[in-house]
């Protein structure tokens, strides 16, 4: 049996998710027992504004002083927006802007879009300097490659949320952009000496503090320079977030990770993350499948995580005092947060930004008005979440368009294949009608890449294609075989602005048609 009081008091370090898009059961009693509140993911959340608005009014009803929490950057990262794509700039659109205001604005534009969802918590925006071109879950959700280039924006967009009334959540400390694997699915190790790390991966962390940030997230990655253990089960890191001056509330990234959960396990994580400082267990998305295969539910999770916590004050093994003074900042979060004017925002400012960093590399020419778009990328990180594809989409608009995904057996040759994959996809091509114009949706252009390659081989096959990239771009004097439009976000700003550079180009009178939904070959 719990002690209600020790119930109570843990209840109100905890953040859960749920499943669905209305409120379980056991989510309304927990907030009735003083649960902190919950993080809305993308399958929570109806692309009605009023449906979502009416169930944080529900939740609120049943926990006034809740911290509604969106993992909202813009950009690749959106929840509110996840059955469309993002509408805003995302951050690496923003650093190669590198106009702040515009920077600040998007904070204001997040801040309002948060108000009408009835939350007031942002997990945004990225401070991760992003140093290492392969990183698999950073990448352009960072706003650059350089300290000073992210810290400026990191202090606009933390600006534009608060002055909105909306909580900025800065993330991932110490810094997740020099990471080569992704902690959705791994533990990563950041091999980088102390003085490295606070010369390229932690001024726009102290930058965010001197811009009054009310909460900081912590990364699960190993840096040896603390010691073994990942940051968000660290002292170490966390008392020198302290130092720096930092009072608000250290959140942890989320605890169904594959980072945590196939390690120290959730619950267990959770009372190491207590103990190194942590304030806010964020325990994460169940409709993840993660380690355990999806054997598992919502409530599961959040009882994985509660009953542990429990019994670890309980036996004395984690000091009361710790959990109480965590829930007291907590508690001062919710009650410091509530709904401000949010500046007026000037119209066309973003989509103008879009058509600024935008960039089109050789000749773009679609001498058609239907087109196929293949997609070459992998499957989107957990951190993006959403499989939809704005691109499809937006190209509809404009074309008769058709979509195929290309698996992994043609994207990488396998010499021990009975036909080798360049013949695979040679004959994908062939499928393709010859009066088709033919767009490549690619993230990973680097040298020797997958994805490289299959852009080499198409162009042997169909030179006229063009490559839409919404990864990072290649290097100014790496050359490519076809056009290449970089746009820095697979967002639907981005789509947006691809079809509109796309039909300029066609020498076709296009048509509006939907796009092609049974998707020959793929899905």
């Known amino acids: 049996m719990i002690d209600p009081d020790v119930a109570r008091l843990v209840r109100g370090v905890l953040w859960p998710g749920f499943l669905g898009r209305t409120a379980p059961d056991w989510l309304l009693r927990e ?54 794509g ?8 923003l650093g190669a802007l590198d106009d702040v205001e ?30 290492n071109p392969a990183n698999p879950v950073i990448g352009v959700r960072s706003f650059g490659p350089t300290a000073e280039l992210v810290s400026r924006h990191v202090s606009a967009m933390v600006d534009g949320l608060q ?21 959705h699915l791994d533990l990563p190790r950041i091999d980088l000496d102390l003085a490295e790390l606070e010369a390229e991966h932690l001024p726009p962390f102290d930058a965010a503090i001197a811009a009054g940030v009310a909460s900081v997230m912590t990364a699960h990655i190993v840096v040896p320079a603390f010691g073994d253990a990942p940051a968000t089960l660290n002292p170490i890191p966390l008392r020198r977030l302290r130092e720096s001056g930092f009072d608000g509330v250290i959140i942890s990234d989320a605890l169904d990770m594959a980072a945590i959960r196939s390690t120290t396990g959730s619950g267990r994580g959770a009372v190491l993350a207590l103990e190194a400082g942590v304030d806010l267990l964020c325990i994460g998305n169940p409709s993840n499948l993660g380690p355990k295969q999806g054997a598992t539910t919502d409530e599961d999770d959040y009882l994985e995580v509660f009953e542990a916590v429990c019994a670890a004050v309980a036996d004395g093994e984690l000091d009361r005092a710790i959990v ?15 709904p401000s004017p949010v500046p007026e925002l000037v119209e066309g400012r973003f989509s103008d930004a879009i058509r600024r960093v935008v960039r089109v590399r050789g000749e773009v020419a679609i001498d058609a008005s239907a087109i196929t778009l293949v997609d070459l990328r992998d499957r989107p990180t957990f951190a993006v979440a959403s ?7 937006s ?53 020797d890449t997958p994805q490289r390659l299959a852009v080499d081989r198409v162009a042997l096959v169909r030179p006229d294609a063009v490559v839409v990239s919404v990864g990072l771009p290649i290097s100014e004097d790496a050359v490519l075989p076809l056009p290449v439009i970089d746009t820095l976000a697979a967002s639907r700003a981005s789509a947006d602005r691809v079809t509109e550079l796309l039909t300029a180009a066609s020498t076709a009178a296009p048509m509006r048609h939907q796009y092609d939904q049974h998707h020959r070959n793929g899905s």
């Open 31 to 84: 907030l009735d027992g003083g649960l902190a509140g919950v993080v809305y993911f993308g399958q929570n959340l109806s692309s009605d504004p009023a449906e979502v608005a009416a169930l944080s009014a529900e939740l609120r009803d049943h926990r006034p002083e809740i911290l509604i929490g969106v993992d909202e950057e813009g950009g690749n990262v959106s929840r509110l927006e996840a059955q469309t």
């Open 395 to 447: 190209l509809a608009e404009r074309f008769d368009v058709t979509r195929l995904t290309a698996g992994p057996s043609l994207r990488t040759p396998d010499p021990d294949a009975e036909a080798p994959a360049s013949d695979e996809l040679t004959l994908l091509l062939e499928t393709i009608p010859a009066d088709d114009g033919i767009v490549l949706l690619a993230d990973r252009l680097g040298d």
């Open 387 to 393: 499989a939809h594809d704005p691109f499809a989409e």
């Open 102 to 131: 515009t920077t600040r604005a998007v904070g204001a534009a997040l801040a309002e879009r948060l108000h009408a969802a009835g939350a007031n918590v942002a997990l945004a925006p990225v401070a991760d300097v992003n140093t």
């Open 163 to 183: 002055t909105g009334g909306v909580a900025a959540c800065v993330k991932h400390y110490p810094g997740h952009g020099d990471t080569a694997s992704d902690s």
């Open 324 to 338: 109480e003074r965590a829930a007291a900042r907590v508690a001062w979060l919710a009650r410091s947060v509530s």
């Open 86 to 93: 993002s509408t805003l700039p995302g951050h690496a659109q």
